[in-house]
């Protein structure tokens, strides 16, 4: 990510399907039915899916730093819906599991502080995070507290 800032293009393509331009990529995103088709990821996912990969990602270079070999990780980001006090229907938290066998204990310790999309979305929606090892073992847990009303 650039450190200035990032660029993303969006377009309708047809009802609730648009086309989502990256620097590198392209992606199509669609609602569910009966609002759209379904025929792409919806933005709530988008959302959900950027919070694990930055949990990743971040988590990948501090073992990458610490030199521990790895095998491919992995991850499950379930998100949970709401309603807001009028009704509207919300994100009321991402729940994410990292799959790392071999996490050490000192990167464990780090690498949520240094996930910028994380961080960013955890001051408005609820974000537990937990790591567990090859065997299903939860190495790592964090539940923080839902962020306070404005």
């Not at 971040?58 to 095998?71: D, G, Q, T, Y």
């Not at 229907?89 to 464990?108: E, H, K, M, S, Y």
Request: proline share 9%.
């Amino acid at each position: 990510m650039a450190q200035d800032g990032f660029i993303v293009e969006i377009e309708q393509i047809e009802n609730f399907r648009f086309g989502v331009h990256f620097t590198q990529s392209e992606l199509m995103t669609d609602e569910p039915p009966p609002t759209g088709a379904g025929s792409g990821p919806q933005p709530a996912e988008l959302l959900a899916a950027a919070v694990a990969n930055c949990l990743m990602s971040s988590l990948l270079f501090c073992l990458n730093k610490s030199h521990v070999p790895l095998e491919p990780l992995k991850a499950r980001a379930q998100g949970r819906l709401g309603r807001d006090a009028a009704g509207r229907l919300r994100i009321a938290g991402i729940d994410v599991t990292l799959i790392a066998p071999g996490a050490t204990q000192r990167c464990l310790n780090l690498f949520e502080n240094y996930c910028t999309v994380t961080q960013s979305v955890r001051a408005g929606v609820p974000i537990n995070v937990a790591v567990i090892d090859d065997k299903g073992r939860v190495i790592y847990e964090d539940h923080p507290p839902p962020p306070s009303p404005s």
